[in-house]
């Protein structure tokens, strides 16, 4: 006859999941950048909670934590660390998605171009992504030029990054799992073998 996993495994591994899931919930996801055109890229995170945002009249950007780094002919030129949205104004709007998977941006009405800076406002080098009109565009300002492209919208502009505790839940469940079951049996030495799948019989 097989024997049944005891109650209190069952609780104990629900309990850690919980315990780890819950925290996960809370925090903001983390979305890998990785743009390239013309001679620029555009690569590094952006940090926001899930969600749909839309950005007016130079609202705040929903962005935690800002770490792009531009680049122009190969070369690092810029960290830009903070996002403004001076240039999304009267009628335009600037939509953010952010889905457990990607980070889409779009655009209605114009102007609607959302920047990325180190300090300042429009300090040089930034990079812009937005439209003015049709199409849409993004841009890397720096002393040598701007090297521009157009951009169709809506444009996934990132990818989420797994959380740590969504990679290792699978791992604590299956350890808790076997330590219950060595546990198991210790007091029932019929109670089988997890590692090899076989089940004594009585």
């Known amino acids: 006859m097989m024997k049944f996993f005891p109650r209190s495994a069952l609780l104990t591994i629900v309990t850690a999941t919980l315990g780890l899931v819950a925290p996960c919930r809370t925090m903001a996801d983390l979305y890998f950048v990785h743009r ?4 620029a890229a555009l690569t590094g995170t952006l940090q926001l909670p899930e969600g749909n945002y839309t950005i007016m009249n130079r ?13 122009v002919n190969g070369s690092q030129i810029a ?14 709007q600037f939509f953010i998605n952010a889905t457990p998977t ?4 779009s655009t209605a009405n114009v102007p609607a171009d ?18 003015d009109g049709n199409p849409g565009f ?13 951009v169709t919208f809506p444009t996934v502009f990132g ?21 219950t079951r060595r546990r198991s049996q210790t007091k029932d030495p019929k109670a089988g073998n997890l590692t090899t799948g076989t089940f004594n019989k009585t």
């Open 79 to 92: 960290l830009l660390t903070n996002a403004n949205t001076q240039l999304i104004r009267g009628s335009g």
């Open 59 to 71: 609202s705040p950007a929903p962005f935690t934590a800002v770490n792009l780094t531009l680049s």
């Open 102 to 105: 990607t980070l889409t941006f």
């Open 36 to 39: 390239v055109w013309s001679n």
């Open 159 to 179: 990818i989420a990054i797994p959380e740590p505790c969504t990679v290792t839940l699978g791992a604590v469940g299956v350890a808790t799992l076997m330590i």
């Open 138 to 150: 993004e841009v890397a300002f720096y002393s040598g030029g701007s090297p521009l492209a157009d």
């Open 114 to 131: 959302l920047v990325f800076v180190n300090t300042g406002e429009f300090d040089i080098p930034r990079y812009t992504i937005g439209s």
